[in-house]
């Protein structure tokens, strides 16, 4: 590296550094590196002279510094800052000028005429080639919102991409035409199947908006939602007569394994003279066991009704068809013949299974206020025979 790109190098990097605003994510000192880089690749591989490469390089590390005062004509306040830094470093006036043209030819749409115009122009795109395009294009998208330049949707923005790739630019070297098209065609792929794959999820997108405005647009029928509410309600009410009997088979097992072990291990002691003092508290907790085994039975007994109606009584809706205990005692053909005429009445239907609904309520109601009472009978009994037969331990202790 000769002594005049270092100190190029060296200067820009404080430069920008310095002056440049946060808000270039994209042309900035990274990208100002990636496009020497780049030059340096390609003069590597052609024919060039020591000084056509020490003016490409020197135009590459100036050619993005005029974007401290923002993007537009950026490119000729890089010339302006590369002349002034060349006159103090006491370059010729012919060489300032080869320098400035290769810096203008990073401008976007013109068309390069040297060969190190060419070098420029393809080092400051080869990002279109990188395996890492997708982050340098997020970045120049991001730098875009930030400075205000414009903002973009996705769509937008990849047709914006695949434009620029087909349109506005072209690799002009031979080393880049042989060596980065077949990266840049990869990326162009990969940003045609990106805007493919949009165009399909809009598509769709659009398919389910139309489908709800139409669905909107109907008259829409409650049939659905109401068969639904009484599906839900009635697994509900079924779900919780299931729970209360088996709340009260639980007490009910529980109360009759207390009866058996009191009438093999409680009973026979009643027997002696001595134990008499046990009776009253033994008795006690009987009952109650006895009393909280009844409740249970009753809690979990089943009603069933008389099992017949009249035609009558379907014409008239006075008859639920679908409880069993409405229709347990009727022929096949008369039952079949009742539920045909509920089926063409809608609000016979639904007035049944609203009858049924309510009446499953009623035994819901009548099933926990018994098995509540069973508990409250339970528990005291408990508490009553266990205060029993401490009292009377206790007065027959006292006695001896």
Partial sequence: MSKLIAEAEVYILNFLNE?????YVYHNISHTQRVVENAKEICDNIEVSEND?????????FHDSGFIHGAENHERESVNIASDWLKSKKVNED???IIS????ATKMGTTPNTLLERVISDADCAHLASKRFSNYSSLLRKEWELTGFKKLTDREWI????NFFTVTQKFHTDYALKNWSKAKAKNLAKLIKSQKNLNQDLKKFNQKQEALELK????ESPERGIETMFRVALRNHITLSDIADTKANILLSVNAIIISMSFSTLIPKLDNPSNDYLLVPSIIFILFTVAS?????????????QGKFTKEDVANKKVNLLFFGNFHQMKLDDFEWGIQEMMQDRDYLYGSLTKDLYFLGLVLNRKYSLLRLTYTVFMIGIIVSVIAFSVAFAMQGYTA
Avoid: F, Q
């Fill in 19 to 23: 002056n440049l605003n946060r808000n």
């Fill in 53 to 61: 490469i020490e003016n490409v390089l020197i135009a590459a590390w």
């Fill in 95 to 97: 060489r300032i000028a």
């Fill in 101 to 104: 043209d290769i810096i203008l």
């Fill in 159 to 162: 047709k914006e991409n695949i």
């Fill in 216 to 219: 909107k647009g109907k008259i």
């Fill in 293 to 305: 085994m009844i409740l249970s039975i009753l809690a979990t007994r089943p009603n069933v009704t």
